[in-house]
């Protein structure tokens, strides 16, 4: 009887999951919609590229292709655009206890809603969405 509560238990237990929310952006063509506050500083927005693990960006009239490192399922930098491609000593200190990282907070179909900051910062670098492209381009 015991070993039978044992395994009901076990089994009652399995059978739930946790489902944890990615908000891993897949591979594709975005736009990035900058909240008004950051417009209103003249920022503008952009778009990019994801493939195989690189972002592809428009820097100074040319494109350049970085690397992307997921730190988890929700955050992400940017080698070359969030921080330095190669840091020196003085900048990995820096970095050690100030990475700024791209936060997706939520997703809605092909719309990321995302921080550029510390992720418990509330007062990011940037804010806005990212809007993934439905037709590929």
Do not use: C
């Amino acid at each position: 009887m015991k070993n039978l509560f044992i395994i009901i238990t076990f089994i009652l237990l399995n059978s739930f999951t946790i489902k944890s929310e990615s908000n891993v952006l897949p591979d594709g063509h975005y736009s990035a919609i900058l909240d008004d506050e950051f417009k209103k500083k003249e920022l503008n927005d952009f778009e990019f590229l994801i493939q195989n693990g690189k972002f592809t960006v428009k820097i100074d009239d040319k494109f350049e292709a970085l690397e992307m490192e997921w730190l988890d399922e929700n955050s992400f930098v940017v080698k070359g655009y969030t921080e330095p491609k190669s840091p020196n000593e003085f900048e990995k200190k820096i970095l050690k206890d100030n990475r700024p990282t791209f936060n997706i907070i939520k997703n809605v179909d092909n719309e990321y809603y995302f921080t550029l900051g510390q992720e418990s910062d509330k007062s990011p670098i940037i804010s806005g969405k990212f809007i993934k492209s439905l037709n590929g381009k």
